[in-house]
């Protein structure tokens, strides 16, 4: 037998085995809504440079465009000491360039076939402007003569072979740099215009600015040196390549003067929400995803609404008991535990190959679908609410000589509204919430908002798809957490509202019962 | 008082209708209720919609290709020409995450449960309920986006530090535990009062060495662990598990409940501590109960699309040992969303076909695992029904 | 039947005037009488009514009186047929009102229901305003004009002597009510329909003495223009209120007689020793 004091020590654990759950269960709560919500709320309220203003009067038309352009003209100024370096660095190589030049066009003097061509490859050569392409052709020239070179001539190739070689290796080394600095800043002077808007601005956020800014100034290796372990991340600084040079300063400018040239304010961008995504969700909103999602949660109440309160009420005030009813039951609480996915397969090959609700994926098609998936739901609740309203009021209004649907429809149903409402918002945030149903038969990756007429040919975003989308299949995934965050944060913000206020309602409802 | 005389009765409504009255009444009220009847078949019969089409379009898979390959072959590679389509590794997947988050939801699921209904007061238990609520109704692709973007470069940078605290939180005072209640009961033996005491403390002092050196070997065993990669069937494990909590815990605390107060007066009045209650007589009669809670999380987790798809690394193999969780895996949901993408534009063709295949055994699965818990429910009911 | 003081039954109007027998259904004057011939009322196989005969004269209170579970209530729902919802209730007999059979295959439930009012033992408002609650009846039956329904709902919640205390909140909740403001609502309610008979299962049982008597004052009031039922616990209530009195056991109609003959000269011994106290 155990003794009194262990017994108490068990009960004592029992206790703390489940508090220790609980903990648990809250502690997971916490560590994934915060993250979500701490990093989603950075899609609405952020540090926007200069360019996120920019864009925003370019692509959305809004803001002022006289501040707009006293400001740009300061972050320009910001920045000219870097597009300087950038040209005293080009005018120095050019000059080493010219050097190689010069002993070509020694070489092209020579008075015979080998020296004409020459002379006609440095013409060509004098026509290009890039001096990439210079480097190359000149690189060339060096290997086409050296074979058929005579032994006056290998001074003037080895120091054209040298400067090309060392200019090549500067040239890839500055236009790593310069991509970066693109990046940051936005396309340099002289660019050609690209037409995709991740091209045409620097970062619209501070804080990926920030992350711009380290790659630019250090460069990222990986150390596999270690064969039992996994690489190790070795930043390098990339200001080390261009010692001596005149780029070394243009270091100390990005490190030290970056908040002058891309002019970080706080803003709040509540139209995230609203807007449309400009180049596939690198700049813009997720207007198109929140739309969809509300048109598809929209049909589905539609649809599961009415029938599953249509449903309840059969159930709780007319089926008698028997085979049948029960049948009907098990057929519902089946339909409960039918896996979402399933809900799509059969949305793909019933609504739309089989009844053709639409001519492919469209809201209708996954409207129809989630609404299938809630109604066991809304069943469920409309049903218990209808079984909650006192017996007393069903009475009376009998005794009142009401018939059954008169009082269904007059005190029943009333009384029984703030339940049925109760479990019709929980569902609605599931409807809103669900994913896997509306895969094949609503959702597609891009897509511009629809309108209202549209919904029944149409496929639509949706924000629920989307974040699956944008985190794994997107081409940039890890330049567009702040959207993915976003998107989560709205989605699961929406439906944490609807169940707070499934909750309060409950608690009222439960208070006003309880008199 | 009030005037009683004009009490005037409407004098057209008669009582007795007249026969077509009564046909029309009768007429109506049959026309009424049957449809409110045709209404209600058809909301339920949907289910019955959904089994007839998943199994339509699983039919021309299997009878081109048989029962044998699909259940029992390990070669997954359905864009090969010819297709080869052995689902064997994904079923084994499936299982495999769905027992993770079976283990991992149930016991936790089950003792929280404990608690709201027989520990907490009332006002913790206001505060608690709407925490299981939101976990519930999160949504899961919201799951499936943390598993992806914050759990697994977790568990792939710092997996074995992750590893380790999980067995230093669940180890430490199970043993600790474990070591008190063993010391206590490998002296029961001893009659002698004078040398209960020392004997004790000998004995728990022995068994807590024991125990300290199982703690230290198992971190050391979890801090040596690396993880190649973080999207794997842990992760989702205990992903899935956490959706799974809220089912479990409140159906399970619905069969506690419903266990009633009798049965916990009859057990204190004889003495018994809550802990003793609990074990003894409230847990075995709410079993059915707590094993429908349990089939109910199976569902859910097996039913679950977003986050094996999103963080299970989608790889068709069958782990290596079986057990080892530590691998990608791939499930029938992330198979099925996977690859109709794929499959859709072939229609008729067998990589189309097999997904609805899946699509029936995962149906199947779930109808098995609802009929099971029904039945369980219904066997609570009996049994607190007092037959 | 010595051993009770008749005082103990105050008897509010000399025997003369409230000693009545049950008349003719023919002679039942200008109002529908209802009566009983041989009526069983059966849950499944269990008989919870037998085999009752008996009329209640138009315009007047009668009591039912019986021990717990002898079958009052079930009686007093198969008049209007509330027992209609509970699905293994059937009945056996017949039962007549204004001469047609309450249980015939064309009846009218609900035309029979309005002339067959009910209170119920709690109080039931719905949980709808004051005014909604008097007018639900009303609008349930005829289309009448906003006008006529204010006026129909004042003078049934003045026949319910609650028009002074609620005539100021006629939008609020009537669940805002007091307990016997609520159960004198219910009254009122059942009254706007103009009923001819009212049926009460214990109408007074949740409410406290003061409640209570307002509520008998009010059948005191409505007495002649209503054929009232009235079920009660309470035998100093139905000595009160009551002219004739019923009184049931297990089912059977035991004796049914003017109220005050039956308090002070039963001819059962089984009602003597009921109203004696001896049991129930
Ligand atoms: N819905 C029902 N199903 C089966 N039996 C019932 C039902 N309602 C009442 N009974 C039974 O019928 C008998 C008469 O019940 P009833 O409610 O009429 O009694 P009562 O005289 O009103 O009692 P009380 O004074 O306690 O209200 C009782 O034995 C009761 O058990
Ligand atoms: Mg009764």
Same mark, same amino acid.
């Given at each position: 037998?155990?003794?009194?004091?262990?017994?108490?020590?068990?009960?004592?654990?029992?206790?703390?085995?489940?508090?220790?759950?609980?903990?648990?269960?809250?502690?997971?709560?916490?560590?994934?809504?915060?993250?979500?919500?701490?990093?989603?709320?950075?899609?609405?309220?952020?540090?926007?440079?200069?360019?996120?203003?920019?864009?925003?009067?370019?692509?959305?038309?809004?803001?002022?465009?006289?501040?707009?352009?006293?400001?740009?003209?300061?972050?320009?100024?910001?920045?000219?000491?870097?597009?300087?370096?950038?040209?005293?660095?080009?005018?120095?190589?050019?000059?080493?360039?010219?050097?190689?030049?010069?002993?070509?066009?020694?070489?092209?003097?020579?008075?015979?076939?080998?020296?004409?061509?020459?002379?006609?490859?440095?013409?060509?050569?004098?026509?290009?402007?890039?001096?990439?392409?210079?480097?190359?052709?000149?690189?060339?020239?060096?290997?086409?003569?050296?074979?058929?070179?005579?032994?006056?001539?290998?001074?003037?190739?080895?120091?054209?072979?040298?400067?090309?070689?060392?200019?090549?290796?500067?040239?890839?080394?500055?236009?790593?740099?310069?991509?970066?600095?693109?990046?940051?800043?936005?396309?340099?002077?002289?660019?050609?215009?690209?037409?995709?808007?991740?091209?045409?601005?620097?970062?619209?956020?501070?804080?990926?600015?920030?992350?711009?800014?380290?790659?630019?100034?250090?460069?990222?290796?990986?150390?596999?040196?270690?064969?039992?372990?996994?690489?190790?991340?070795?930043?390098?600084?990339?200001?080390?390549?261009?010692?001596?040079?005149?780029?070394?300063?243009?270091?100390?400018?990005?490190?030290?003067?970056?908040?002058?040239?891309?002019?970080?304010?706080?803003?709040?961008?509540?139209?995230?929400?609203?807007?449309?995504?400009?180049?596939?969700?690198?700049?813009?909103?997720?207007?198109?995803?929140?739309?969809?999602?509300?048109?598809?949660?929209?049909?589905?109440?539609?649809?599961?609404?009415?029938?599953?309160?249509?449903?309840?009420?059969?159930?709780?005030?007319?089926?008698?008991?028997?085979?049948?009813?029960?049948?009907?039951?098990?057929?519902?609480?089946?339909?409960?535990?039918?896996?979402?996915?399933?809900?799509?397969?059969?949305?793909?090959?019933?609504?739309?190959?089989?009844?053709?609700?639409?001519?492919?994926?469209?809201?209708?098609?996954?409207?129809?679908?989630?609404?299938?998936?809630?109604?066991?739901?809304?069943?469920?609740?409309?049903?218990?609410?209808?079984?909650?309203?006192?017996?007393?009021?069903?009475?009376?209004?009998?005794?009142?000589?009401?018939?059954?649907?008169?009082?269904?429809?007059?005190?029943?149903?009333?009384?029984?509204?703030?339940?049925?409402?109760?479990?019709?918002?929980?569902?609605?945030?599931?409807?809103?919430?669900?994913?896997?149903?509306?895969?094949?038969?609503?959702?597609?990756?891009?897509?511009?908002?629809?309108?209202?007429?549209?919904?029944?040919?149409?496929?639509?975003?949706?924000?629920?798809?989307?974040?699956?989308?944008?985190?794994?299949?997107?081409?940039?995934?890890?330049?567009?957490?702040?959207?993915?965050?976003?998107?989560?944060?709205?989605?699961?913000?929406?439906?944490?509202?609807?169940?707070?206020?499934?909750?309060?309602?409950?608690?009222?409802?439960?208070?006003?019962?309880?008199? | 008082?009030?005037?009683?005389?004009?009490?005037?009765?409407?004098?057209?409504?008669?009582?007795?209708?007249?026969?077509?009255?009564?046909?029309?009444?009768?007429?109506?009220?049959?026309?009424?209720?049957?449809?409110?009847?045709?209404?209600?078949?058809? $909301?339920?019969?949907?289910?019955?919609?959904?089994?007839?089409?998943?199994?339509?379009?699983?039919?021309?898979?299997?009878?081109?290709?048989?029962?044998?390959?699909?259940?029992?072959?390990?070669?997954?590679?359905?864009?090969?020409?010819?297709?080869?389509?052995?689902?064997?590794?994904?079923?084994?997947?499936?299982?495999?995450?769905?027992?993770?988050?079976?283990?991992?939801?149930?016991?936790?699921?089950?003792?929280?449960?404990?608690?709201?209904?027989?520990?907490?007061?009332?006002?913790?238990?206001?505060?608690?309920?709407?925490?299981?609520?939101?976990? $519930?109704?999160?949504?899961?692709?919201?799951?499936?986006?943390?598993?992806?973007?914050?759990?697994?470069?977790?568990?792939?940078?710092?997996?074995?530090?992750?590893?380790?605290?999980?067995?230093?939180?669940?180890?430490?005072?199970?043993?600790?535990?474990?070591?008190?209640?063993?010391?206590?009961?490998?002296?029961?033996?001893?009659?002698?009062?004078?040398?209960?005491?020392?004997?004790?403390?000998?004995?728990?002092?022995?068994?807590?060495?024991?125990?300290?050196?199982?703690?230290?070997?198992?971190?050391?065993?979890?801090?040596?662990?690396?993880?190649?990669?973080?999207?794997?069937?842990?992760?989702?494990?205990?992903?899935?598990?956490?959706?799974?909590?809220?089912?479990?815990?409140?159906?399970?605390?619905?069969?506690?409940?419903?266990?009633?107060?009798?049965?916990?007066?009859?057990?204190?009045?004889?003495?018994?501590?809550?802990?003793?209650?609990?074990?003894?007589?409230?847990?075995? $009669?709410?079993?059915?109960?707590?094993?429908?809670?349990?089939?109910?999380?199976?569902?859910?987790?097996?039913?679950?699309?977003?986050?094996?798809?999103?963080?299970?690394?989608?790889?068709?193999?069958?782990?290596?040992?079986?057990?080892?969780?530590?691998?990608?895996?791939?499930?029938?949901?992330?198979?099925?969303?996977?690859?109709?993408?794929?499959?859709?534009?072939?229609?008729?063709?067998?990589?189309?076909?097999?997904?609805?295949?899946?699509?029936?055994?995962?149906?199947?699965?779930?109808?098995?695992?609802?009929?099971?818990?029904?039945?369980?429910?219904?066997?609570?009911?009996?049994?607190?029904?007092?037959? | 039947?010595?051993?009770?003081?008749?005082?103990?039954?105050?008897?509010?109007?000399?025997?003369?005037?409230?000693?009545?027998?049950?008349?003719?259904?023919?002679?039942?004057?200008?109002?529908?009488?209802?009566?009983?011939?041989?009526?069983?009322?059966?849950?499944?196989?269990?008989?919870?009514?037998?085999?009752?005969?008996?009329?209640?004269?138009?315009?007047?209170?009668?009591?039912?009186?019986?021990?717990?579970?002898?079958?009052?209530?079930?009686?007093?729902?198969?008049?209007?047929?509330?027992?209609?919802?509970?699905?293994?209730?059937?009945?056996?007999?017949?039962?007549?009102?204004?001469?047609?059979?309450?249980?015939?295959?064309?009846?009218?439930?609900?035309?029979?229901?309005?002339?067959?009012?009910?209170?119920?033992?709690?109080?039931?408002?719905?949980?709808?305003?004051?005014?909604?609650?008097?007018?639900?009846?009303?609008?349930?039956?005829?289309?009448?004009?906003?006008?006529?329904?204010?006026?129909?709902?004042?003078?049934?919640?003045?026949?319910?002597?609650?028009?002074?205390?609620?005539?100021?909140?006629?939008?609020?909740?009537?669940?805002?009510?007091?307990?016997?403001?609520?159960?004198?609502?219910?009254?009122?309610?059942?009254?706007?329909?103009?009923?001819?008979?009212?049926?009460?299962?214990?109408?007074?049982?949740?409410?406290?003495?003061?409640?209570?008597?307002?509520?008998?004052?009010?059948?005191?009031?409505?007495?002649?223009?209503?054929?009232?039922?009235?079920?009660?616990?309470?035998?100093?209530?139905?000595?009160?209120?009551?002219?004739?009195?019923?009184?049931?056991?297990?089912?059977?109609?035991?004796?049914?007689?003017?109220?005050?003959?039956?308090?002070?000269?039963?001819?059962?011994?089984?009602?003597?020793?009921?109203?004696?106290?001896?049991?129930?």
């Amino acid at each position: 037998m155990m003794r009194l004091q262990t017994r108490k020590l068990l009960d004592r654990a029992f206790a703390g085995v489940g508090v220790f759950a609980i903990v648990l269960m809250a502690l997971a709560l916490i560590a994934i809504l915060l993250p979500i919500f701490q990093r989603g709320a950075g899609a609405y309220v952020f540090r926007a440079t200069v360019e996120h203003r920019r864009q925003m009067l370019d692509l959305f038309e809004r803001g002022d465009e006289d501040v707009l352009v006293k400001e740009m003209q300061k972050a320009l100024e910001a920045r000219q000491p870097v597009l300087e370096a950038l040209a005293s660095y080009r005018a120095d190589q050019s000059e080493r360039l010219n050097e190689a030049i010069g002993a070509a066009d020694r070489l092209a003097q020579r008075d015979d076939l080998l020296g004409r061509r020459i002379a006609r490859a440095v013409e060509q050569l004098r026509h290009t402007a890039d001096l990439r392409q210079q480097i190359d052709r000149l690189s060339r020239i060096e290997q086409l003569m050296r074979p058929q070179s005579t032994p006056d001539m290998t001074d003037d190739l080895d120091l054209i072979r040298d400067i090309t070689s060392e200019l090549e290796v500067q040239a890839a080394q500055y236009g790593e740099l310069t991509e970066r600095l693109r990046q940051l800043l936005g396309p340099l002077p002289g660019d050609e215009p690209r037409i995709l808007p991740r091209f045409r601005y620097g970062q619209a956020r501070w804080d990926r600015a920030l992350i711009k800014q380290s790659q630019l100034l250090y460069i990222e290796e990986w150390d596999y040196s270690d064969a039992s372990a996994m690489g190790r991340r070795v930043l390098s600084p990339r200001r080390d390549l261009f010692a001596d040079t005149a780029l070394y300063p243009l270091f100390e400018h990005i490190e030290n003067d970056l908040e002058a040239m891309l002019r970080p304010r706080w803003t709040f961008y509540g139209r995230f929400l609203t807007d449309h995504s400009v180049d596939a969700h690198f700049f813009g909103g997720i207007g198109p995803e929140a739309l969809g999602t509300f048109y598809l949660t929209l049909g589905a109440m539609l649809f599961a609404v009415p029938l599953g309160i249509i449903a309840a009420i059969y159930f709780a005030e007319y089926a008698k008991p028997g085979r049948t009813v029960s049948f009907l039951r098990s057929c519902v609480s089946t339909l409960a535990g039918v896996p979402s996915i399933v809900f799509g397969l059969f949305g793909l090959a019933f609504f739309i190959y089989t009844i053709r609700v639409s001519p492919g994926k469209s809201v209708l098609a996954g409207s129809l679908t989630l609404g299938l998936l809630i109604l066991p739901t809304v069943i469920r609740a409309a049903e218990e609410a209808i079984l909650a309203v006192p017996r007393e009021y069903k009475e009376a209004a009998l005794a009142l000589g009401a018939g059954r649907w008169r009082t269904v429809l007059t005190v029943i149903l009333p009384a029984a509204l703030p339940g049925i409402l109760t479990g019709t918002v929980i569902s609605m945030g599931r409807a809103a919430g669900e994913t896997a149903p509306i895969i094949f038969t609503a959702a597609v990756s891009v897509g511009v908002a629809l309108q209202p007429t549209e919904v029944f040919t149409q496929a639509t975003p949706a924000l629920s798809w989307n974040i699956y989308n944008l985190a794994t299949e997107h081409e940039a995934v890890d330049e567009i957490r702040h959207v993915q965050y976003g998107m989560v944060t709205t989605l699961v913000g929406i439906v944490l509202l609807l169940n707070i206020a499934a909750i309060w309602m409950r608690a009222r409802i439960s208070r006003k019962l309880r008199g | 008082m009030v005037d009683m005389g004009n009490r005037n009765h409407a004098p057209a409504d008669d009582l007795i209708l007249s026969a077509r009255a009564n046909f029309r009444r009768k007429a109506g009220a049959w026309l009424g209720q049957g449809i409110l009847f045709a209404i209600t078949s058809v $909301a339920a019969l949907a289910v019955l919609f959904i089994f007839y089409f998943i199994a339509r379009d699983s039919i021309p898979f299997f009878a081109s290709r048989g029962f044998a390959e699909f259940f029992t072959d390990t070669a997954w590679y359905p864009s090969r020409e010819p297709g080869h389509f052995g689902a064997l590794p994904i079923f084994v997947g499936s299982g495999l995450v769905t027992l993770g988050a079976v283990f991992l939801a149930v016991p936790l699921g089950v003792a929280a449960a404990v608690c709201l209904s027989d520990v907490l007061p009332f006002s913790v238990r206001q505060v608690v309920k709407p925490i299981i609520e939101i976990l $519930a109704a999160i949504p899961s692709v919201a799951y499936g986006f943390f598993a992806l973007v914050v759990f697994a470069p977790l568990l792939q940078d710092a997996g074995n530090k992750v590893l380790m605290t999980a067995w230093w939180i669940l180890a430490g005072p199970t043993l600790l535990l474990l070591v008190m209640v063993l010391g206590d009961l490998s002296t029961t033996w001893v009659k002698n009062e004078k040398h209960v005491r020392a004997a004790r403390i000998t004995a728990t002092l022995l068994i807590g060495c024991v125990a300290a050196y199982v703690l230290v070997a198992g971190a050391r065993f979890m801090g040596a662990i690396t993880i190649i990669t973080g999207t794997n069937a842990l992760n989702v494990s205990v992903i899935l598990g956490i959706m799974a909590l809220p089912t479990v815990v409140s159906v399970s605390e619905d069969a506690l409940q419903a266990a009633g107060r009798e049965l916990r007066e009859g057990s204190y009045a004889l003495g018994a501590t809550r802990a003793e209650t609990l074990c003894r007589t409230i847990l075995p $009669a709410a079993s059915s109960g707590i094993l429908a809670a349990a089939m109910l999380g199976i569902m859910r987790a097996l039913g679950e699309t977003m986050v094996v798809w999103m963080a299970s690394g989608n790889a068709a193999q069958i782990p290596e040992p079986f057990f080892n969780y530590l691998m990608p895996i791939r499930t029938l949901t992330a198979t099925i969303a996977g690859d109709m993408g794929e499959a859709d534009h072939v229609t008729g063709s067998d990589r189309y076909h097999v997904l609805f295949a899946m699509g029936l055994c995962l149906l199947a699965f779930s109808f098995i695992c609802n009929l099971i818990a029904e039945w369980f429910v219904a066997r609570q009911r009996r049994k607190l029904g007092g037959e | 039947m010595n051993n009770i003081p008749t005082s103990e039954f105050a008897v509010r109007r000399p025997p003369a005037v409230s000693v009545k027998t049950p008349r003719n259904p023919a002679q039942a004057g200008n109002g529908n009488q209802l009566m009983a011939d041989s009526f069983s009322v059966y849950y499944g196989p269990f008989e919870a009514v037998k085999k009752v005969s008996c009329a209640f004269p138009v315009g007047e209170v009668t009591a039912l009186i019986g021990p717990s579970g002898c079958g009052k209530s079930t009686f007093l729902r198969a008049i209007n047929r509330m027992n209609d919802l509970i699905p293994s209730c059937h009945v056996k007999g017949l039962l007549y009102f204004g001469g047609k059979r309450i249980y015939g295959p064309k009846l009218d439930v609900t035309v029979l229901r309005r002339r067959i009012g009910m209170v119920f033992q709690k109080p039931n408002p719905f949980p709808k305003s004051i005014y909604d609650n008097v007018a639900y009846g009303p609008r349930l039956h005829a289309s009448c004009s906003r006008r006529d329904l204010d006026e129909r709902v004042e003078t049934s919640l003045r026949k319910a002597a609650l028009w002074d205390e609620v005539k100021d909140r006629l939008q609020a909740n009537a669940l805002g009510l007091s307990g016997g403001q609520q159960q004198r609502l219910c009254l009122a309610r059942a009254l706007a329909v103009n009923p001819e008979v009212l049926l009460m299962d214990e109408p007074t049982s949740a409410l406290d003495p003061k409640a209570t008597a307002a509520i008998e004052d009010l059948i005191d009031a409505l007495r002649g223009a209503y054929t009232i039922i009235i079920v009660t616990h309470n035998m100093q209530q139905a000595a009160r209120v009551s002219d004739l009195t019923a009184f049931l056991y297990e089912g059977s109609l035991i004796e049914v007689g003017a109220t005050s003959q039956l308090f002070t000269n039963p001819k059962e011994k089984r009602t003597e020793d009921y109203i004696t106290g001896r049991f129930g």
